[in-house]
């Protein structure tokens, strides 16, 4: 599965859209972007994924460039309760069950 | 919330001692999962199912054993903790689909004292 580069870190005002970067520069072409998040002691939950399109859903906005070498999630108005760890996440629609490898994540901080 | 329940929620055992720790669902999945997640680790894959009785490996593996006699529940057992053991484990699940996202539970804290 490709590498992702996520940055450690990320601070948001409450209110204020979150854009999370994701490199994942080797990405194939049978590779989908996964975003999942993690609140504090809990188990990670589902978000989004994209191919190739843009993608949007009651939680959350995927940007996938042209290129397919970065995505950038869009938590359009971050409240307080969307502080959690955001992993950004490359596999292939390929068989062998829908593992997922989960690197060290973006911690986003929500703020008054 | 997906159905899925792990038990114990809290366990603190004794190093050569065996462990076993339940993840049960109700939405009757294909797939299910094992992770264990470290700090300054992601949560990396323990062993998974694709089927009443069809598991197998994932990346750290070593020492957990995992059994799958009913759709519903998958068990993960460490025949022999130890210390390095000592982690927070979740379960979790999807459906048959290839691009399909998983669920996960709300994970297992073991202690390996």
């Known amino acids: 599965d490709a590498k992702t580069t996520q940055p450690t870190s990320m601070d948001c005002a409450e209110g204020r859209a979150a854009n999370l970067p994701c490199n994942h520069s080797?990405?194939?072409?049978?590779?989908?972007v996964y975003w999942y998040r993690q609140i504090h002691s809990q188990g990670p939950q589902y978000i989004i994924h994209g191919l190739k399109n843009n993608e949007t859903n009651e939680m959350a906005s995927l940007i996938i460039t042209e290129d397919r070498k970065s995505s950038t999630l869009i938590l359009p108005h971050a409240t307080l309760r969307d502080t959690a760890v955001y992993y950004c996440i490359v596999r292939p629609n390929t068989g062998g069950g829908n593992k997922l490898t989960f690197g060290t994540g973006t911690q986003l901080k929500v703020e008054l | 919330d997906a159905g899925i329940t792990q038990s114990p929620r809290h366990k603190v055992t004794e190093t050569g001692t065996p462990v076993t720790l339940r993840c049960h669902q109700t939405?009757?999945?294909?797939?299910m999962y094992w992770y264990r997640q470290d700090p300054g680790h992601g949560l990396r894959l323990i062993h998974y199912?694709?089927?009443?009785?069809?598991?197998d490996k994932g990346e750290v593996s070593d020492g957990y054993s995992v059994s799958r006699s009913k759709t519903e529940d998958f068990l993960l057992t460490l025949e022999s903790a130890t210390s390095s053991q000592t982690s927070v484990y979740f379960c979790?699940?999807?459906?048959?689909?290839?691009?399909?996202?998983?669920?996960f539970g709300p994970g297992t804290r073991l202690t390996v004292t």
């Open positions: 939405e009757n999945h294909r797939y």
């Open positions: 080797t990405i194939s072409g049978n590779e989908y």
């Open positions: 199912s694709y089927g009443v009785k069809d598991t």
């Open positions: 979790a699940i999807s459906g048959a689909g290839l691009i399909t996202e998983q669920y």
